[in-house]
């Protein structure tokens, strides 16, 4: 494996690398089953094409996703990372853009999750702290289910610094916080916007909320303490995504 190199598996994360053609992919191992998966899903273009392939069993792969505890339902791919995008470049002449920004999050499965509803949902982008991403996680490229390949991410350094560029380039800086007043339903989602979520335990950092404009929560039944920030974010870009198509 080369030092660049990482594997992937999954069904839908192997696929869409494949599909990806700004993806590099170093080498496929695949089951026969799998194989013709992958022809049933994409019958008109070869995915396998040029590809280096070799084919085990199904005991074979389990020793490449066994100590995360991940099907890999018979498809695992080398490949190498995708080229680092500019956030500076990709917001020149934007009039209308809605990123995200993760605050602490270090769950691979909620990255993943988030990552997932972001593409669905049509997010333009995810801004997260380069050290805690885990650009390499198996958890987290299976749990976005392929989506990875059709977003941006942007690795920033720090996050604050960030955040206060974007406001000083016309963003408006919207953070989620259950302990606020103010329901998200009630912005009027247009413009350039930043929806910024903390981690999982401890919500967005004192220091960070300063580099808000708002803060806004989600409002859910008394009952209920709280939900998972994975949950929270797929509520709030469904319902921003079908503001902006009204």
Same mark, same amino acid.
Request: hydrophobic content about 35%; charged content about 30%.
């Given at each position: 494996? $080369?030092?660049?190199?990482?594997?992937?598996?999954?069904?839908?994360?192997?696929?869409?690398?494949? !599909?990806?053609?700004?993806? /590099?992919?170093?080498?496929?191992?695949?089951?026969?089953?799998?194989? /013709?998966?992958?022809?049933?899903?994409?019958?008109? !273009?070869?995915?396998?094409?040029?590809?280096?392939?070799?084919?085990?069993? !199904?005991?074979?792969?389990?020793?490449?996703?066994?100590?995360?505890?991940?099907?890999?339902?018979?498809?695992?791919?080398?490949?190498?990372?995708?080229?680092?995008?500019?956030? %500076?470049?990709?917001?020149? $002449?934007?009039?209308?853009?809605?990123?995200?920004?993760?605050?602490?999050?270090?769950?691979?499965? $909620?990255?993943?999750?988030?990552?997932?509803?972001?593409?669905?949902?049509?997010?333009?982008?995810?801004?997260?702290?380069?050290?805690?991403?885990?650009?390499?996680?198996?958890?987290?490229?299976?749990?976005?289910?392929?989506?990875?390949?059709?977003?941006?991410?942007?690795?920033?350094?720090?996050?604050?610094?960030?955040?206060?560029?974007?406001?000083? $380039?016309?963003?408006?800086?919207?953070?989620?916080?259950?302990?606020?007043?103010?329901?998200?339903?009630?912005?009027?989602?247009?413009?350039?916007?930043?929806?910024?979520?903390?981690?999982?335990?401890?919500?967005? %950092?004192?220091?960070?909320?300063?580099?808000?404009?708002?803060?806004?929560?989600?409002?859910?039944?008394? !009952?209920?303490?709280?939900?998972?920030?994975?949950?929270?974010?797929?509520?709030?870009?469904?319902?921003?995504?079908?503001?902006?198509?009204?």
């Amino acid at each position: 494996m $080369n030092k660049s190199s990482f594997f992937i598996v999954g069904k839908h994360a192997v696929i869409e690398a494949l !599909k990806n053609p700004k993806r /590099k992919v170093l080498r496929l191992f695949l089951t026969e089953d799998s194989k /013709k998966t992958i022809h049933r899903i994409s019958p008109r !273009k070869n995915l396998l094409k040029d590809q280096k392939i070799y084919f085990k069993t !199904k005991k074979e792969l389990d020793k490449y996703s066994k100590n995360e505890g991940i099907q890999h339902q018979g498809l695992i791919a080398e490949v190498e990372h995708l080229e680092q995008v500019d956030l %500076k470049k990709f917001i020149q $002449n934007k009039t209308n853009s809605t990123l995200v920004c993760l605050d602490e999050i270090t769950d691979p499965r $909620n990255i993943g999750s988030i990552i997932r509803s972001a593409t669905s949902f049509n997010i333009d982008g995810i801004i997260i702290k380069e050290r805690l991403y885990p650009s390499e996680s198996k958890l987290m490229y299976k749990s976005a289910s392929g989506a990875i390949e059709n977003i941006n991410i942007f690795n920033v350094s720090n996050i604050n610094t960030t955040l206060k560029y974007l406001r000083e $380039n016309n963003f408006w800086i919207y953070g989620f916080d259950s302990n606020t007043e103010k329901d998200f339903t009630n912005v009027k989602w247009s413009g350039k916007n930043v929806l910024l979520f903390g981690s999982e335990g401890y919500g967005i %950092k004192m220091h960070t909320k300063k580099y808000t404009d708002f803060l806004v929560k989600i409002k859910i039944d008394e !009952k209920v303490e709280s939900l998972n920030v994975s949950n929270s974010a797929a509520i709030a870009f469904h319902y921003i995504n079908s503001k902006k198509n009204t």
